[in-house]
């Protein structure tokens, strides 16, 4: 470390854990990084006490008066016409006005999202913003990254190769891969199988691997996400969102089951104790908490969403996500990425009659 400092934007509110955990996660990264500080959004009284108990923090956080909150229960509607005292507005406007690099939130996505579309706009040829994650792999980075987790429900052809080219640009600068492979989410790895907008996106994306320098490797299965065959995942928010709530809950129901088990007996209970150390490397590994953030992508500014439900661990971790990102100044090499979208499609266009591979 050592650099030049690193100004993070904390929406301390937005969580099932108020901001306790919150604080708690940004008092566990400024520990670890000296090189963080942050402008912390919420009620100033409340947040003022909670800082100043939190040694590490000394000296490092400006706190933004925001007095209202972001409920989940909230429409995304409403949030954009009545939220500008909220926590979630100011923390998205200190990305804005260029305070901050990377904003960081355990909100609602839904308002989360719309609020950083009206406030951060849409990058040039960015039909709709994707919502990408890390998902544990064999890969040698030990990481897939899976987009849209859930930004936007419905895709059409276009929609996956933009999401194609943005998760292309987030392995590149967030997993260091020259030549990202890419593959598109289906029921099966015939190109024959799935709907008509996924054919068709097969078509696409090919079309496009040469001039955006990635490798297409066609459809992928539900068994390839945590596997080896790509780098890059694309598919619907839908999709995506089913699939990472799925393999959150089978993270922690394995780690709940060999808890039972090694608590079955003495005999057990003695096993686990001469393998602490590897459990421990276990846990580590397939614990949601220590792969928390997804990042939108596709906007003027780089948004972290961090799960609802995350303690001081899980906020810790997409701090230090978003702090990765900023500096590697992942904002400015996406958009430089993306100003290549619009050409690469008009290239491809007039080789596929989307007419007639779309539903109408």
Known sequence: MGGAPIVLSIDAMGGDL???????????????????????????????????????????CEIRNAPDVVSMQDKPSQVMRQGQGTSMWSAIESVRDKQATVAVSCGNTGALMALSMIRLRKLPGVNRPAIAVLWPSRNPQGFNVMLDVGADVRADAEDLLQYALMGVSYARNGLDLQRPRVGLLNVGTEEHKGRSELKAAHELIGKAATRAQFDFVGFV???????????????????????????????????????????????????????????????????????????FLGLNGTIVKSHGSADATGVSAAIKLAFQLAQSDFSDRLEARLASITDIQQDIAPELDMSEESPK
């Open 18 to 60: 108020g901001p306790e955990a919150v604080v708690s996660g940004m008092a566990r990264s400024a520990k670890a990084n000296r090189d963080i500080r942050f402008l912390v959004h919420g009620p100033e009284s409340r947040l003022q006490k909670l800082i100043e108990r939190k040694k590490p923090l000394a000296g490092r």
């Open 221 to 295: 299965e539900g068994g390839d996400l945590p596997g080896e065959a790509c780098d890059v995942i694309v598919t619907d928010g839908f999709t995506g969102n089913v699939a990472l709530k799925t393999g959150e809950g089978t993270a922690s129901l394995i780690g709940d089951r060999l808890k039972e088990a090694f608590a079955y007996s003495p005999l057990s209970r003695l096993a686990s104790l001469l393998a602490l150390t590897s459990l421990r490397r276990l846990k580590k590994k397939i614990d949601p908490r220590r792969v928390n953030g997804g990042v």
